[in-house]
């Protein structure tokens, strides 16, 4: 679930496109936090009020390619509320799982800041990750959003991102590996993957 993939592929066409999602017309607070919602086109529609639901992690300057990034930046990383629940009582996410990627833009000077860095305001992308099992042929798929009207499109699942989570997901094909507060369950549960435990036995210690 990297958008930093996608950057790689169709150069940074996204970067600073500005994502202040609201709830579509119709469309509750509690019913966006069920799962997913699609268009009669079977685009997704903008995770509802997503910044309110788990966050799970944030990482700086993340890369699954062995080169540099041209700036600096943020991956935060939310799932809504109902799958959350169902990881820490089974170390696995159940269907309708809706794990949003927000990459931000990464700062080194404001007010009185003099070294590291911190997320300036200016959302570069996002990206969504849902278990839909009756939906995709491998039960989860990825959606990418450009702007902040337009619904987020399928990304096809001969794409890398498919292929990459399938070999490295320590969960059911996700990152859990990268979230700190998942990873222990994962383990106490027996849910990671044998392909994961015999590259990192003990990632998580």
């Known amino acids: 679930m990297r958008l930093k993939l996608l950057f790689a592929e169709a150069g940074l066409g996204l970067a600073f496109a500005v994502l202040s999602f609201t709830i579509p017309r119709g469309h509750s607070v509690r019913a966006a936090e069920a799962g997913p919602f ?4 079977g685009d997704l529609l903008p995770p509802a009020n997503y910044r309110e639901w788990i966050f799970l992690s944030s990482g700086v300057d993340m890369s699954y390619a062995n080169k540099s990034s041209p700036m ?6 939310f799932v809504n509320p109902g799958a959350y629940r169902s990881f820490l009582a089974t170390g696995t996410w159940p269907d309708k799982t809706v794990l949003v990627l927000e990459t931000r833009e990464g700062r080194e000077k404001g007010s009185i800041n003099q ?6 305001t200016h959302v570069i992308g996002i990206e969504v990750h849902v278990k839909d099992e009756t939906r995709f042929p491998g039960k989860w798929a990825f959606f990418s959003f450009a702007t902040e009207t337009r619904p987020g499109k399928l990304i096809p699942q001969a794409a890398d991102c498919y292929s ?12 859990v590996q990268f979230y700190p507060t998942l990873i ?3 383990r ?7 392909e994961f435990l015999k590259v990192e036995p003990r990632s998580d210690k």
């Open 38 to 41: 699609y268009t009669e086109e």
């Open 72 to 77: 600096t930046m943020f991956d935060n990383v």
């Open 115 to 120: 070294k590291g860095h911190f997320q300036g």
């Open 164 to 175: 990459c989570h399938q070999a490295h997901g320590a969960v059911d094909t996700t990152f």
């Open 184 to 186: 222990p369950i994962a």
């Open 188 to 194: 106490a549960k027996q849910t990671l993957t044998p």
